[in-house]
């Protein structure tokens, strides 16, 4: 990533920040965009002290992303195109719980965060691109890397019960990565090669996902194996801090896969489950296996989750009536 030019939307903190400071570390130039201008300026500090050189240009740039007149605006402001867009907006702090417990504007609040956020960038950006290409006089050696790269969870390969308004903005952000993969192969030509890639995390510690573990359901909890306190989480070693787990998504969205996870085996069996229509990993061979495993394996996980969310409203009505 040297001399490159990055955005982050959603650097200001948790994996999108870390990330930001790998980059750094790797001689990009990174400019961050977040709501909150407080986050911002820590986080500027964080990535400037990781920079490969002092000339490396550290910029952060207040502004809500899933406006989309606020995307094309701030985007275009910009004094210089990135090479690489980087879609890590997102959460579920405080829109986690069932259906018929979460109310309207929280599943709102949770596509805007997920799914708008992305997208809007993601189209503002890629407009960008193909008129600098269009107005662009001089024809490239070698044609110039373009990529979007959308962080996505691995809650949109196997959603769970309490993730209603998460899992479906995760959905949408996933399908429009699936979507776009293709759609911009449109607009290769000599001077520029596009690409789309998706990173699928799954469960690391962070604010957020401490902040999560305050209003998550205890179902949520037990089908995802997250009950218990940050040190038994800890303790555990299936939960790593986001600073651990950002260099392993850089260095695999080096190497040009659609799909993106970190090393651990749940987010890849999880990938394995849902693939779909995507492309595999590499050869395809490793997710092939994965994918057989899946078909093993998988029906009994599902029959053990089923199992226990049947009749869960019910015990804890009882449980609130005995108190």
């Known amino acids: 990533m040297s001399g490159q030019n990055v955005f982050v939307v959603g650097g200001s903190a948790g994996l999108g920040k870390e990330m ?5 570390a790797q001689g990009a130039n990174v400019t961050i965009f977040s709501r909150d201008q407080t986050r911002l300026k820590e986080a500027k500090q964080e990535i400037l002290a990781t920079r490969k050189a002092e000339t490396q240009a550290v910029v952060a740039v207040a502004a809500d992303m899933s406006k989309a007149a606020t995307a094309q605006h701030v985007l275009s402001s910009q004094p210089q195109l ?22 309207p504007e929280q599943l709102e609040r949770c596509m805007n965060n997920n799914y708008y956020a992305s997208l809007y960038p993601a189209q503002s950006i890629l407009k960008a691109w193909i008129k600098d290409d269009k107005n662009s006089k001089e024809t490239p050696s070698k044609p110039k890397l373009r990529k979007i790269i959308f962080v996505n969870s691995s809650a949109s390969l196997v959603p769970t019960p309490g993730y209603i308004a998460y899992s479906a903005g995760k959905c949408a952000q996933r399908a429009l990565a699936d979507t776009l993969r293709t759609e911009v192969l449109r607009y290769n030509n000599p001077k520029s090669t596009y690409a789309v890639q998706c990173v699928f995390a799954h469960n ?11 209003h998550k359901p205890d179902l949520t909890k037990r089908l995802e194996g997250t009950t218990g306190d940050l040190a038994e989480l800890e303790k555990s070693g299936k939960f790593p801090y986001a600073a651990k787990i950002a260099p392993e998504i850089v260095a695999a ?15 890849q069996i999880c990938w394995a489950v849902s693939i779909g229509s995507s492309p595999k990993r590499g050869l395809g061979i490793w997710d092939s296996c994965l994918a057989l495993l899946a078909c093993l394996v998988w029906p009994f996980v599902r029959w053990t989750n089923d199992r226990e969310a049947e009749g869960d409203a ?8 005995r108190k």
């Open 20 to 24: 930001s400071k790998v980059l750094a």
């Open 82 to 103: 990135p090479d690489a867009l980087f879609c890590v907006a997102g959460g579920t702090a405080y829109e986690l719980g069932f259906l018929v417990d979460v109310e």
């Open 204 to 214: 690391f510690i962070t604010p957020t996902f401490i902040e999560e573990q305050k």
């Open 253 to 267: 969205i080096d190497k040009g896969d659609f799909a993106i996870m970190d090393g651990r085996f749940e987010p």
């Open 314 to 321: 019910y015990r804890q009505m009882g449980k609130e009536e």
